[in-house]
């Protein structure tokens, strides 16, 4: 069992940044991928990034590419997301998630892949 949690949301200005933290409870956490889901109103939850069980390859939504950079600290049972550039259509509930797969890799982009999810964090980007 994996638990994880997310923090680092809140209310930012359009070009403002924000640090989301995924930390996640389980000794195996660092054996599988991870990846960062959002889901705005009235939206269906989409694939935001990806990274790799050893960190080695990553991969971004083409909405949040150049702007957002995922990354992980294995020993900390941490993955992180660095925001940057935020723009208002980046609003959305944000959820990080393992992938069902031992050993998962970055390309990993469908919700139906990952077997763990945190409760969410609010990312708010006001114009």
């Known amino acids: 069992q994996v638990q994880l949690v997310e923090s680092g949301g809140g209310l930012v200005q359009a070009g403002g940044s924000l640090r989301l933290s995924c930390t996640a409870s389980g000794r195996t956490f660092s054996q599988y991928g991870v990846g960062w889901f959002r889901q705005a109103p009235g939206k269906e939850r989409e694939f935001v990034a990806a990274?790799?069980?050893?960190?080695?390859?990553?991969n971004y939504a083409d909405s949040v590419k150049g702007r957002f950079t995922i990354s992980r600290d294995n020993a900390r049972n941490s993955v992180y997301l660095q925001m940057n550039s935020l723009k208002p259509e980046d609003t959305a509930v944000y959820y990080c998630?393992?992938?069902?797969?031992?050993?998962?890799?970055?390309?990993?982009?469908?919700?139906?892949?990952?077997?763990?999810w945190g409760q969410g964090t609010q990312v708010t980007v006001s114009s």
């Open positions: 990274i790799s069980w050893s960190g080695a390859n990553v």
């Open positions: 998630a393992s992938t069902r797969t031992l050993f998962g890799g970055a390309y990993h982009i469908r919700t139906a892949e990952y077997g763990y």
